[in-house]
T-cell receptor, first 114, second 117 residues
Framework: SQTIHQWPATLVQPVGSPLSLECTVE??????LYWYRQAAGRGLQLLFY??????ISSEVPQNLSASRPQDRQFILSSKKLLLSDSGFYLC?????????????FGNGTRLTVT | AQKITQTQPGMFVQEKEAVTLDCTYD???????LFWYKQPSSGEMIFLIY??????QNATEGRYSLNFQKARKSANLVISASQLGDSAMYFC??????????????FGSGTQLTVLP
């Protein structure tokens, strides 16, 4: 069966520090991968999605970047965090080419920038 | 314009009763899919049910059913026989596009459901 791992679960970082959140998927190959952010009490905002290694689309101009160095690994990064980067970050995967395939989410990372 | 609209920020329901969570969507693409997710206070997103735009029948999954009214562009979630564990935030989401296209889900703002004992 497929599983998705996302870490860390919580993170407190000072303004101006770098960020690296990692996500890996097991049990499937060539998945679509996604990073979403959720502000407190709000819906989910898509940040990045990827259909393959080094194929990444950015949905919102921002202080963040994403990379996919391996087929089932997706990394969210920042060189210098801003206060506005605080939020709940969710990684997800879906089956390639299947409209009915739901997104399967990791447990999320709660990031607080101080 | 909002692609997914959930007009109920919060809902209350008595345990064992049914509840309907509203969702309307906006798309000009004839091919799309609609999804509902549950997010408990712990934060994980749990997939509940899917409805395709070409599906002839309303989707059902256990106590969850989707009241799909294509002409009205609505896809309301019905939870029957509510349980205390159903208390959570519920999100409606849509994917537009043909089979084979890599498309993200666009989410609504959510409805916080509270089940009362």
């Amino acid at each position: 069966s497929q599983t998705i791992h996302q870490w860390p679960a919580t993170l407190v970082q000072p303004v101006g520090s770098p960020l690296s959140l990692e996500c890996t998927v097991e049990g499937t190959s060539n998945p679509n991968l996604y990073w979403y952010r959720q502000a407190a009490g709000r819906g989910l905002q898509l940040l990045f999605y990827s259909i393959g290694i080094d194929q990444i689309s950015s949905e919102v101009p921002q202080n963040l970047s994403a990379s996919r160095p391996q087929d089932r690994q997706f990394i969210l990064s920042s060189k210098k965090l801003l206060l506005s980067d605080s939020g709940f970050y969710l990684c997800a995967w879906s089956v390639q080419g299947a409209r009915e395939s739901p997104l399967h989410f990791g447990n999320g990372t709660r990031l607080t920038v101080t | 314009a909002q692609k997914i609209t959930q007009t109920q920020p919060g809902m209350f329901v008595q345990e064992k009763e049914a509840v309907t969570l509203d969702c309307t969507y906006d798309t000009s693409d004839p091919s799309y899919g609609l999804f509902w997710y549950k997010q408990p206070s712990s934060g994980e997103m749990i997939f509940l049910i899917y409805q395709g735009s070409y599906d002839q029948q309303n989707a059902t999954e256990g106590r969850y059913s989707l009241n799909f009214q294509k002409a009205r562009k609505s896809a309301n979630l019905v939870i029957s026989a509510s349980q205390l564990g159903d208390s959570a935030m519920y999100f409606c989401a849509m994917r537009e596009g043909q089979f084979g296209s890599a498309r993200q889900l666009t989410f609504g703002s959510g409805t916080q459901l509270t089940v009362l004992p």
